[in-house]
């Protein structure tokens, strides 16, 4: 195949960005949406851009088509109508296709959303199969809206997951030799896992630091001087596999004690300190249920 050409389905922040540079890189790229002012906006500044009226008959020629449709949160439950109707939309435009496709969302998505929503609509759809007529990845963004466009030009990782290897392949093509920072390979599933995992641990350690934050004020200590000295004494913070293998829950001489000693420290001086209650809890049930109430172990560094 010569260069791919790529069509972005859903023009917003991470679809923007995300078109914008591979039309930087060389690639022949195209915009389809249903916003009409970001679609002539587009349009103003140079590139091809449709309206989702457009192209639907014999005009849908891209080798490979990127979903980037918000995916917003309702009622606390996430809301994958926008991906839904992209999906349907996509599948109508490869019925009359004859070569592979490629479909690839980069929306973030719960674990199973590519394989049982998105798969299964554009197969109904198009009438193509999966694995024959068309393929199947999942590659999360990892941007920042304020510098999206820098962060997609500059990524400091490239997550592929794939339905299958030629899937794999030919996005990991588009890639090659225009990025220069890690690029990984793994399964459908686990690459949305991995998006939602990255979001949740920076959650967890921002809401983890304001409730630091709060108990200091109160004490009247300085957060910031303590936060930054512990960015450089802390193993959580400068060794990135400090946590993350599999040896269970913290045990040893420091953390059981320390981790029981703070919250009663502060929850008797009437400061709010859930979060960390929370991160007692939950090793006490890994502790349970691993039982290991009589034994007590130390986490090496090589954590």
Request: charged residues 25%; glycine residues 8%.
């Amino acid at each position: 195949m010569n260069k791919p050409t790529i069509c972005i389905i859903g023009p917003g922040i991470v679809g923007q960005a995300t078109g914008k540079v591979f039309a930087a890189k060389g690639y022949e790229v195209a915009f389809l949406g249903g916003n009409i002012e970001k679609v002539k906006k587009l349009r103003g500044e140079g590139y091809k851009a449709y309206e989702r009226h457009e192209l639907m008959d014999s005009g849908y020629n891209f080798d490979i088509s990127m979903l980037t449709v918000p995916t917003p949160t309702k009622e606390g439950k996430i809301n994958l109508q926008a991906l839904e109707s992209a999906a349907t939309d996509l599948g109508k435009r490869l019925k009359n296709t004859k070569k592979y496709h490629l479909v690839v969302v980069k929306s973030t998505v719960p674990p199973g959303t590519t394989q049982n929503l998105v798969i299964p609509l554009i197969e109904k759809y198009s009438g193509k199969k999966a694995g024959k007529d068309f393929g199947a990845c999942m590659n999360p963004e990892y941007l920042r809206e304020e510098t999206a466009y820098d962060d997609t030009l500059n990524p400091w990782i490239i997550l592929i997951g794939e339905y299958d290897q030629k899937s794999g392949d030919l996005l990991e093509s588009v890639y090659k030799n225009k990025f220069t920072c890690p690029q990984h390979r793994c399964k459908l599933m686990e690459a949305e896992m991995q998006k939602y995992v990255h979001n949740l641990f920076n959650a967890a350690k921002i809401s983890f630091y304001n409730e630091m934050r709060e108990i200091a004020a109160k004490i009247d200590v300085d957060a910031d001087k303590i936060f930054k000295y512990t960015a450089i004494s802390c193993e959580g913070m400068w060794n990135p596999k400090y946590g993350i293998r599999n040896m269970g829950p913290f045990q040893g001489s420091c953390l059981p004690k320390d981790t029981q000693a703070f919250y009663y420290w502060a929850t008797t001086h009437g400061f709010d300190a859930s979060l960390l209650k929370m991160v007692i809890d939950v090793n006490n049930k890994f502790v349970t249920a691993l039982g290991l109430h009589e034994f007590a172990f130390e986490q090496k560094n090589i954590l």
